[in-house]
């Protein structure tokens, strides 16, 4: 109350209180972000065209690998511009992708009007300037402006009558076309119709296996499976207690959240390295004389990022009623866990779980191909040693053993559900 | 209705009970099999009583043999009769006495002795459609197990069924860290080597990112890391193509709900699924090997040969899956019109399921991406060609700048699959 | 003397799993142009009734005569012919919620086209122009184009009732086509069933839940009670006695206005 009459004072402008200036400010970063969500969805699809056509022309034409072919700040100032073009004139992927349309507030949109968008969105809109008032400067001044596209009762245009499905297609076909060229080869398509003959000895394992290595072989795989095994448990001992500091919802403030996106970027990194990779890391660590060691540790890193994520994505997902109710009561952080939170996840690590070490079995096998221990290492000896009958009966063996933990971890998470 | 075992009831429930029971006896017997094994191999690692090599073996005298299948056949039984045995736990019975409040001791021990008879006279009493013999006798039943709300439970730990799981798992530890020789000291004592190797890798030689390296050839050819990466992501896709292409038609064929229920239906579907489980097992880097040898060591072709062929079997049991989900209203809607079991598919099972076929193709492009950066290991092509040779070298930061790309390239697939998925979903 | 239209004679279905009886030779028969509603409680075998016609279900016994042929003795492919002639209507609407509108209504057509040409989901433009015109018939005109997974359940039962106009039927199976509807709803659905058998003279058989309905719309009713034919009349022959016979001692009939 200020004591003058109504009307006779303005109302303070919204944005010199602290929580005005907060939402003025997040309206218009949502804006630009719009914008510039659209603009690198176009101006990313015209540069990836551009590139796979000139790859493929390189490729085929040229004989060459090569990219760009013309000066950078050419191929850098067509995309961009071809972009905002396409964004003025038509209805670019990127405005179809996000729902927006390029709309007259009133009147009709005319070339005129479209080439001011396209000039001013140069002007303002790249620069980033446009944006402090909303609706930005460029769709003031041109009177258009993104509209979410209203649902019509006409039928929708088909895809190759617009300029967005075009490109795709277009895009998708040239993709295909550069990828063939570039992963097959004249000779390795003509030994695939004429050296089948090379695999005889493969298949010949299937009808008359090797059964003087199959004892060894027995043995080996015990030591994949305890790999398996003892991966999965020594990860699960430590992806626990991580899970919680890798879930959202569990971390907050200014320390928990810094903690949950280091813990979870080092997890997706982690993950990303496939677990052979890991192993002959860990292969120079350990030396190869200890190469079972050196499998579980990579199967025992792989896994624990991926758990993580599994565990800490179940975590974000859980009921929030029970923790309500329970701190309702009054009771502390530690009951809550106890009573509210635990109950809701025990079934779905366990399951969680089985399905790493299932996968473990698999990625065990595999991680012996670079020298891991057991099962894979005993196959690729026979590979390299050319001796394909032996290393078809093992396969036999993987497969067998494979299929039944499959089978195995399947039936039991179907009785967890 | 509780299944009352071996009692009365129709003649294939009663056998159905009888065959759960065998299993959970074989399971008991599995488990004391196992601890005899993982005893033995504890005693020939420490006391020498035979030579062990590192991976460990078990070499028993001639007749040693029988001793244990003697021996654990035993304490299956007895722990089944005495208390609640692992075996019983798992397929969710109890013993439960059929007079009397409890069952004594005296009695569990009875019904010990008594198996050994019973089991012997089994065709007998299966025949006359009785209790097995050595329950009826002690009147105790196996019953399963419903939770009473008066008597809560004991603590697992305290069971019979929770100890002996309890040392199941720690054994395994004993003894799987034997058998894989985990050592600590080692990891400790050669920290250094492992440090400096990490501290190259961390400093990584992005010299090559787009130039192509010297020393590197390919078939008399330099490459540089930017031209193995996308050949990389162009072998994923590709193989993600043709498998989806391939695995499409073929899930139909493996879905219970298209084909229906006639001979011929049911054999294509056995096999198709038999086809999709079988080379699902084989791990694509197993078929890449394959394939090296076929079509040449090394090729791009080799590679997504392999990622094709467990593509499809990936995809067409996701798929199929997903088939068999599909509610069935629309299919008789379909049906009731006069339509045709192509038109089934066409119209009522095909534009339920093609969101998630999407979701589940752009997962397979995903995985597909990051088993093409290794597959070369067995001579399948792609940017493990260059991460292998490095390290042959000990050109770790090389390496370094090798992996770094890799985990960005698989990072933003998963990114952008994950994002796609959400939206299709 | 013609014969009647649509012929049941000794209808019995036994489900093969659990030994269900859910019909036990059940006979009557119906006229061209009659709005009949079949009662019952639930799992008194309405559906199933209701599927053995279009042979949705395989009868186990028993004869069904439509239009002079026996429509249990056809093989699958004179059967599809025979089922185009037939709509039906669901409880559960049966549409493809992914699907957009006139999609789903174009699926009432499939028994006319050819494998190929519906294969590539190519409906001709005159199919197309008829869906449209179903549509607005039954209001939906403007939201043909939206995906049914946005339609409330009366504009989704309205969906149905177009897709089962496609196929230009005589004969309309409705299988409790209001029961997951609110009372208002029911009768709109109700005026298009009505609409269809007066207007187009297509024979309706509806199994319906509420007395009040079957009453009002109705121009005979048969009455389920474990699979055998315990009432069979005009709608106004029903008194408190019969409804008792047919729902049991403890039922209230229940107004649906
Ligand atoms: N697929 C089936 N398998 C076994 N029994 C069924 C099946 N469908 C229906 N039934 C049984 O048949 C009887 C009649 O069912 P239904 O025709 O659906 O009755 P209503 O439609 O009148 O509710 C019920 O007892 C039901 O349990
Ligand atoms: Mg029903």
Redesign the pocket.
């Known amino acids: 109350m200020t004591g003058y009459p109504e009307g006779y004072t303005s109302p303070r402008p919204e944005w010199t209180t602290g929580r005005g200036l907060y939402n003025a400010l997040a309206r218009r970063a949502d804006v630009a972000a719009k914008y510039f969500a659209m603009f690198l969805l176009d101006a990313g699809g015209l540069a990836a065209l551009w590139l796979l056509v000139t790859y493929a022309y390189a490729w085929y034409v040229l004989g060459i690998t090569a990219y760009i072919l013309v000066p950078w700040w050419v191929f850098a100032l067509g995309v961009v511009e071809g972009a905002i073009l396409w964004e003025s004139l038509g209805r670019s992927w990127g405005q179809k992708a996000l729902g927006r349309e390029l709309t007259p507030v009133s009147g009709e949109a005319t070339a005129i009007r479209r080439l001011l968008y396209f000039v001013l969105w140069n002007l303002f809109g790249l620069t980033g300037i446009g944006f402090v008032l909303v609706p930005p400067l460029h769709e003031r001044w041109s009177g258009l402006g993104l509209r979410r596209e209203r649902p019509s009762s006409q039928a929708p245009v088909p895809w190759y009558r617009t300029s967005a499905g075009l490109f795709v297609a277009v895009l998708l076909v040239v993709t295909l076309v550069s990828a063939l060229g570039v992963t097959l080869t004249w000779e390795s398509l003509r030994r695939l119709f004429t050296q089948a003959g090379q695999t005889v000895e493969f298949w010949r394992a299937l009808v008359r296996p090797d059964t003087t290595i199959l004892l060894d072989a027995m043995r080996d795989m015990i030591v994949t499976v305890f790999m398996a095994v003892l991966a999965t448990l020594f990860a699960v001992a430590v992806s626990v207690p991580l899970s919680f500091l890798a879930a959202r919802n569990l971390m907050r403030g200014p320390v928990g959240r810094p903690i949950y996106t280091i813990l979870r970027g080092a997890m997706s990194i982690a993950r990303s390295i496939e677990p052979i990779v890991w192993a002959i890391i860990f292969l120079v660590w350990v030396t190869a004389l200890r190469s079972p060691f050196a499998g579980i540790l990579a199967l025992w890193v792989h896994s624990i990022a991926d758990l993580v994520k599994l565990y800490a994505e179940r975590l974000e997902a859980i009921d929030q009623g029970p923790i309500e109710a329970i701190t309702a009561t009054g009771a502390g952080r530690l009951s809550v866990l106890r009573y509210a939170i635990v109950p809701q996840i025990v079934n779905p690590y366990i399951s969680f779980t089985l399905y790493r070490w299932d996968i473990n079995i698999r990625m065990a096998t595999v991680v012996g191909l670079v020298g891991g221990g057991g099962i894979g290492q005993r196959l690729i000896n026979y590979i390299w040693g050319v001796q394909y009958r032996q290393a078809g009966t093992v396969m036999i063996l993987i497969v067998i053993l494979v299929w039944a933990i499959d089978y195995l971890s399947a039936r039991l998470r179907a009785k967890l559900a | 209705m509780s299944p009352t075992p071996g009692g009365a009831g129709a003649p294939r429930d009663r056998l159905k009970v009888l065959s759960r029971r065998a299993f959970s006896f074989l399971l008991d017997w599995m488990a004391w099999g196992y601890v005899a094994y993982c005893v033995m191999y504890l005693l020939n690692y420490y006391w020498y009583t035979v030579h062990v090599d590192w991976w460990g073996t078990l070499t028993l005298p001639s007749w040693g043999w029988p001793v244990v299948i003697l021996a654990t056949l035993e304490l299956a039984v007895w722990c089944r009769s005495l208390g609640r045995s692992l075996g019983q736990r798992a397929i969710g019975v109890a013993l439960r006495p059929v007079a009397g409040e409890r069952i004594s001791v005296g009695r569990r021990v009875l019904r010990g002795f008594l198996w050994h008879l019973s089991v012997p006279l089994a065709p007998v009493w299966i025949a006359r459609g009785e209790e097995p013999l050595h329950d009826r006798l002690t009147q105790v039943g196996l019953r399963t197990e419903t939770p009473d709300p008066e008597r809560p439970g004991r603590r697992a730990i305290l069971t019979q069924w929770g100890f002996v799981s309890l040392f199941l798992g720690a054994l395994t530890m004993c003894v799987g860290w034997l058998i894989i020789g985990i050592n600590l000291q080692v990891l400790i004592r050669r920290a250094p080597q492992a440090g400096r190797i990490w501290g190259e890798m961390l400093r990584p030689d992005f010299r090559y990112f787009t130039a192509p390296d010297p020393v590197f050839h390919l078939r008399a050819l330099s490459y540089s890391i930017l031209d193995l990466t996308v050949v990389t992501v162009f072998m994923a896709l590709v193989a993600t193509v043709l498998g989806g292409v391939m695995a499409f038609p073929l899930s139909f064929l493996g879905a219970r709900n298209v084909m229906g229920f006639s001979p011929a239906g049911w054999a294509t579907y056995g096999v198709i699924r038999g086809f999709f489980n079988v080379f699902r097992s084989i791990e694509t880097i197993i078929w890449a090997s394959i394939f090296a040898i076929w079509v040449g060591y090394g090729t791009v072709l080799a590679g997504i040969l392999a990622l094709t062929i467990h593509t499809i079997a990936a995809l067409g049991k996701l798929y199929s899956e997903q088939v068999e989900g599909v509610s069935p209203g629309p299919l008789e809607a379909v049906w009731a019109a006069g339509g045709s079991r192509i038109q089934v598919v066409r119209h009522a099972v095909i534009p339920q399921v093609l969101p998630s076929f999407w979701a589940f193709t752009l997962y397979r492009w995903d995985i597909n991406v990051r088993m093409a950066t290794v597959i070369a290991l067995v001579g399948g092509g792609g940017i493990g060609d260059m991460l292998f040779y490095y390290k042959n070298q000990g050109d770790w930061s090389k390496v370094g700048a090798v992996v770094m790309v890799i985990v960005a390239v698989v990072w933003a697939m998963d990114y952008i699959s994950g994002r796609l998925r959400e939206r299709i979903a | 003397m013609p014969t009647p239209y649509l012929v049941i004679d000794g209808l019995t279905k036994v ?4 030994q ?1 009886h ?1 019909l036990r030779g059940l006979s009557f028969s119906i006229e061209k142009g009659e709005f009949l509603v079949v009662i ?10 209701l ?1 053995c016609i279009n042979r949705l279900i395989e009868p186990t016994e028993g004869k069904i005569w439509l239009d002079g042929t026996d429509v249990t003795r056809l093989s699958a492919k004179r059967m599809r012919r025979v089922r185009r002639r037939i709509g039906m209507i669901f409880q559960q609407f049966n549409l493809v919620d992914r699907a957009t509108t006139v999609r789903n209504v174009l699926t009432g057509r499939l028994g006319y086209i050819p494998g190929w040409r519906s294969l590539l989901g190519l409906f001709s433009s005159q199919d197309k122009q008829t869906a449209l015109a179903n549509l607005e018939r039954v209001g939906l005109r403007d939201k043909a184009y939206a995906r049914v997974d946005e339609l409330s359940g009366g504009q989704r039962q309205r969906v149905g009732i177009a897709r089962a106009l496609m196929q230009k039927p005589e004969i309309l199976l409705a ?2 086509p209001v029961s997951a509807l609110d009372p208002a709803t029911s009768h709109s659905i109700m005026q298009y069933l009505e609409q269809m058998n007066r207007q187009d003279g297509v024979t309706v058989i509806a ?1 319906l839940h509420f007395l009040s309905l079957a009453r009002r719309y109705g121009t005979r009713i048969i009455a ?1 009670k474990d ?1 055998q034919l315990v009432f069979d009349g005009p709608p106004k022959t029903i008194d408190n006695a019969k409804f008792k016979e047919i729902y049991g001692e403890d039922a209230e009939e229940v107004e649906v206005r």
């Open positions: 489900y093969e799993r659990g269900v859910a019952g409680l639930s799992g008194s075998g309405k559906s199933t009734l599927r299988d409790e199994s389920l699979g």
